[in-house]
């Protein structure tokens, strides 16, 4: 994503990423987590403010603050950071809300020509709940990215 972008801290595994967003409401730290699903090579893509009370992520909190470009952009960058450390992976990502969903789909859709250029993105179609290429447009309940070697193109 061209857009401006946080930086970030990991861990040596790059399973867990840190940033602080600013903004207008101050300054709010964000998590992003990908943790190994029950199948091989899929990892859930987890993202929210740090909830200092229960030390994890809060994928509900709404911030507002007024720089979710910036955020949704640092987020993507950590699944390039990601998958140069797991280049077979398959990150697995929804909304925790419909309309987290839907602002996922729409960061895609923006960036689709982009994004292509060095991943198969895949939405679960909200009709027949089966997987597709992903199609600018089409409402999804759910995405699936891997590295286009991972597809065969």
């Given at each position: 994503m061209n857009y401006p972008k946080y930086q970030y801290k990991s861990e040596r595994k790059f399973?867990?990423?840190e940033f602080i967003s600013e903004g207008a409401k101050g300054l709010i730290p964000k998590i992003v987590e990908y943790t190994e699903t029950e199948q091989t090579n899929i990892y859930n893509l987890?993202?929210?403010d740090y909830d200092k009370k229960t030390k994890s992520?809060?994928?509900l909190s709404i911030t507002n603050n007024g720089d979710s470009l910036k955020v949704l952009a640092t987020v993507a960058s950590t699944v390039y950071?990601?998958?140069?450390k797991y280049p077979k992976a398959w990150i697995f990502a929804t909304g925790s809300t419909n309309a987290r969903t839907?602002?996922?789909?729409?960061?895609i859709?923006?960036?689709l020509a982009e994004i292509q250029k060095d991943f198969k993105v895949?939405?679960?179609t909200i009709e027949n709940n089966v997987w597709?290429?992903?199609i600018a447009g089409e409402d999804y309940n759910a995405f699936l990215i891997t590295k286009k070697e991972n597809y065969g193109n």
């Amino acid at each position: 994503m061209n857009y401006p972008k946080y930086q970030y801290k990991s861990e040596r595994k790059f399973l867990h990423f840190e940033f602080i967003s600013e903004g207008a409401k101050g300054l709010i730290p964000k998590i992003v987590e990908y943790t190994e699903t029950e199948q091989t090579n899929i990892y859930n893509l987890g993202f929210g403010d740090y909830d200092k009370k229960t030390k994890s992520i809060n994928d509900l909190s709404i911030t507002n603050n007024g720089d979710s470009l910036k955020v949704l952009a640092t987020v993507a960058s950590t699944v390039y950071a990601f998958t140069e450390k797991y280049p077979k992976a398959w990150i697995f990502a929804t909304g925790s809300t419909n309309a987290r969903t839907r602002l996922y789909r729409m960061g895609i859709t923006n960036n689709l020509a982009e994004i292509q250029k060095d991943f198969k993105v895949f939405g679960l179609t909200i009709e027949n709940n089966v997987w597709e290429e992903f199609i600018a447009g089409e409402d999804y309940n759910a995405f699936l990215i891997t590295k286009k070697e991972n597809y065969g193109n």
